[in-house]
């Protein structure tokens, strides 16, 4: 379990999200979509916060789960091996990512409902030109409460190989960096089943009432199951916190959870 969280912190970032900003990026420029380049810059510079985040989260959490297996004195493995009853390694990714997306479903209505988690993750939900990459407009103390919240538990569970990290990573990267690009598509009946630019730009709406909605990240199915889907609309969406309050510079997005305000933004539920 533990080389499996350290492979997926090796296969993630970099490379990845380079090719899959630079696609989704030379989309928008085909399509004459209006993203200042600022933004986007501001974007791509506290992503290299955000990719420290993941490289330190990795080792802090394994070794947490080393050490509670020491103390406890306990020999375990996951009980499900999704290699041995999945063969191929694209079709077992797809499937510990539909588990991974259910957890990670709760933990953002979580980060929506409670005002803590919601100062970190209101730092995700100030941008006002969402483009691809937005996505890695998020608070990097954001990515080591997922990794505890959503990650370990899996990983408790569900044994992966090596090769099945590698293609979730893959897959992750791809979806996220779609997800939040400045492209008007959407996959019509399909939309509550793969995320979408048009699906996700609702999560991300300005209005409270559009924006308590769609809070998986690849999987949508499980807002229907849950209630909580929206479909995708044809008219684009105000993005950025409902309150207005707007996150300039980078400075801003790195202590935004640490400053004290005079007004708390209500966080959305």
């Not at 533990?2 to 970099?14: C, E, G, S």
């Not at 030379?26 to 490289?55: C, D, H, K, M, Y």
């Not at 929206?230 to 309150?243: N, V």
């Amino acid at each position: 379990m533990l080389d499996t969280l350290r492979h997926f912190v090796n296969q993630t970032p970099l490379t990845l999200w380079a090719a899959a900003i630079v696609v989704f990026t030379a989309a928008e420029l085909v399509t004459r979509q209006p993203v200042p380049w600022r933004r986007r810059l501001v974007n791509l510079v506290n992503g290299s916060a955000v990719l420290l985040a993941i490289f330190f989260a990795g080792p802090i959490v394994a070794g947490t789960l080393h050490w509670l297996k020491r103390s406890l004195g306990l020999v375990y493995n996951p009980p499900f091996m999704l290699d041995f009853y999945v063969q191929s390694a694209p079709l077992a990714a797809l499937i510990f990512l539909l588990a991974y997306d259910l957890g990670y479903y709760w933990f953002h209505r979580l980060q929506h409902a409670a005002p803590l988690l919601w100062r970190v993750h209101a730092v995700h939900h100030s941008e006002t030109d969402l483009n691809a990459t937005s996505y890695v407009r998020q608070h990097f103390v954001e990515n080591v409460l997922q990794s505890f919240a959503v990650m370990v538990p899996l990983l408790m569970v569900v044994s992966v190989m090596p090769r099945t990290i590698a293609w979730a990573a893959l897959i992750s990267a791809t979806a996220q960096f779609f997800a939040h690009a400045a492209l008007p598509i959407h996959f019509g009946p399909l939309s509550a089943v793969f995320i979408s630019p048009r699906l996700h730009r609702i999560h991300h709406s300005a209005d409270r009432a559009e924006s308590d909605s769609n809070y998986a990240s690849m999987f949508p199915l499980w807002d229907v199951l849950f209630r909580t889907y929206r479909p995708p609309s044809s008219r684009p969406e105000r993005t950025g916190l409902h309150s207005g309050e707007r996150l300039v510079g980078l400075w801003p997005l790195l202590s935004s959870p640490f400053r004290r305000r005079q007004t708390t933004t209500t966080p959305m539920t």
